[in-house]
């Protein structure tokens, strides 16, 4: 890191810590959306941090803004989730969209008060976004869309999505921006997730909803989109850090003030590997996700080294929160304690913005080229 970058990290750090963590449990339990924590991330630049400062953003670069999302999920899960959103779906407009759509939306994204969604997963089309079945056909100048979609985090609350369709007469698939109200999209229902509680996500249902054409990105087809999704990763990736940092950091304090056998756990020697095993995870995929971020000059990072970094996260973050969860004990396992919380929060990472197993499949493709099928 930069002697920059050091510094936005201890000023990220500061307002997680005194802003974000006291409500986190809050947010989790309620399911309400942490609009107070929105306003003062917005206020300090948060939302546009790599936007381009000709539309409102700071013109940072990936590898700062994970930097500053590891330490904001440290401290909520749910709020970061709403930074992570802001940047992702803006620079999914600067690098895909028109001209006309980056001055419309790109400033208001980037202010905080117009939050977007991405909307791909539908019930019948998961990892295989080939089978995707909302439509958008056209009829004079407008699109009229018809279709489901599922899981879009956010979904609740946002004032735009970027939805992936199928352009029915030309057969290719595309992004199309659709703003809350639009006639004809009716906001689901709010599924009932385990984790990233305060970041509701909804079904969105399409019923003859009529989208202008100039609301059709320029660059959104099927690969864009795909490739595009190695940015999200990145990000995916360094909150599902930033709550494995935090058990960790929760479970070394534990054990060193909890005792048994007349002196802290924090001595035997089995807790004291488990303690070195946790931190070589922690380092090694915070070096893995810097690598990939910085991999983004401009625009997306390599596909493949978001990926590596996306799976390694994920798994470790899981081992690091379920280790952490075994050296405290029964107060691990309590909702007393953010633990829990945490495991909950980086389960749906492993999950959300592709599979660990769908980032496998494109981590073997980047080794061994695309699987051809033998012939007869
Ligand atoms: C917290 C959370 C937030 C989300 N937010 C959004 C959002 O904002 N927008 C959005 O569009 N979607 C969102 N999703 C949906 C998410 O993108 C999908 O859940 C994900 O892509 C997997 O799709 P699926 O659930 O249909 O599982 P499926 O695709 O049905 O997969 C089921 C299992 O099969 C495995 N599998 C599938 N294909 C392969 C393969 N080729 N090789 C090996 N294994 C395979 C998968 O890895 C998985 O283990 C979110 C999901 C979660 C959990």
Redesign the pocket.
Known sequence: MTPEQRALQDEARKIARSELAGKAAHWDATGEVPWENIRVLAANGYMGLVLPEEHGGSGANLLDLVIVLEELAWACVSTSLYVF?ANAQGNRIVQLGTDDQRKRYVPRIAAGDFLA?????EPG?????RQLRTRAERRGDEYVVNGD???????AVADLFLV?VSFREEGKKGLLLVERGTDGLEIGKVEP?M??RGSP?TELHFKDCRVPLNQRMSDGDLGSSLMSMSFSRCCNAAMALGAAQRAFEDAVDYIQTREAYSKPLADLQGLRWMVADMKVKLEAARLLIHRAAASAASGFPSESQAAVAKTFANEAALQVISDAMQLMGANGYSREYPIERLYRDAR??A????????Q??LIARSVLGRRVHAQG
Not at 351 to 358: D, K, L, M, R
């Open positions: 959103s969604s991405h909307a791909m997963s089309a998961g990892s295989d976004a979609k599922c899981w879009i985090s956010r979904g992936n997730l984790g990233h996500s749906g990472f999950i959300a913005g592709g599979t660990t197993q769908i496998r499949n």
